[in-house]
């Protein structure tokens, strides 16, 4: 079903057609009409406010209270899940562009009225070979977009990856924290700095969480994490 929606969406990606991507209907604005955009699997509204975890009442997770990641929040509007879960993964590997208007127009109207400020937007940085294989930086589409909406720089070249990480597709949240512990270098001081990180997909938040710690070792006041979907491990 996912492979058979993935085909159909990059069939119907063309960036001059503007038919809904998930039911073809015709003249949709940012290609989603509105129904099939309030399927969309959102978050439920109570959740952690530190990671988005969904929790009872909104309360602190437990991962949060035995320990808190070193972003100060994580802001998240959908559930990693299908039809979204489709979009996103024709984005990443299709290498369909044009779907970046798309999803990053989902992301800053979820930003937009948020009051959120930031002084910088970045991405989490990919390894070179990574970066090589896939072409570009899919985070970069939906960070840009993002910056667009709430006014704010975006820089690309800030932090730095320094090496590959395994996929922490199959690792438990523990493994996933030591996976990606020192896996990331910022080049400049960010004194005084509130700095929104985006990404796609988050799912336990260790990899934004190693990368806000290198950005507040280097002086940034608030660090954020905005993703376009929260994943759960199968694993915790
Ligand atoms: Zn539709
Ligand atoms: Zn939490």
């Not at 932090?159 to 990606?180: D, F, H, I, M």
Request: glycine residues 8%; proline residues 6%; hydrophobic residues 35%.
């Amino acid at each position: 079903m996912l492979s058979n929606l993935i085909t159909s969406i990059i069939d119907n990606c063309s960036p001059i057609k503007q038919n809904c991507l998930l039911c073809g209907q015709a003249g949709t604005r940012r290609g989603l009409c509105p129904p099939c955009r309030d399927m969309l699997p959102t978050l439920p509204a109570e959740q952690c406010p530190r990671c988005a975890e969904p929790t009872l009442g909104g309360m602190l997770c437990a991962h949060c209270q035995r320990r808190p990641p070193h972003f100060d929040a994580l802001h998240v509007p959908y559930l990693f899940d299908y039809p979204l879960s489709g979009l996103i993964h024709a984005f990443k590997y299709g290498k369909r562009l044009p779907l970046a208007g798309v999803l990053g127009g989902l992301l800053s109207d979820f930003a937009q009225g948020s009051g959120h400020e930031y002084d910088l937007v970045i991405t989490v940085p990919l390894a070179n070979e990574r970066l090589a294989k896939r072409g570009f930086n899919q985070s970069g589409e939906l960070a840009k977009a993002f910056a667009g909406t709430i006014n704010t720089r975006f820089s690309d070249n800030l932090c730095w990856r320094k090496y590959n990480t395994a996929s922490q597709a199959s690792l438990g949240r523990a493994e996933r924290l030591r996976n990606v512990r020192h896996a990331f270098g910022v080049k400049r001081r960010c004194d005084g700095l509130s700095i929104a990180i985006i990404d796609d997909v988050a799912t336990s938040g260790a990899t934004l969480s190693s990368l806000a710690r290198e950005l507040k070792k280097q002086g940034a006041k608030r660090v954020d994490g905005w993703a376009l979907a929260r994943a759960f491990s199968p694993k915790t």
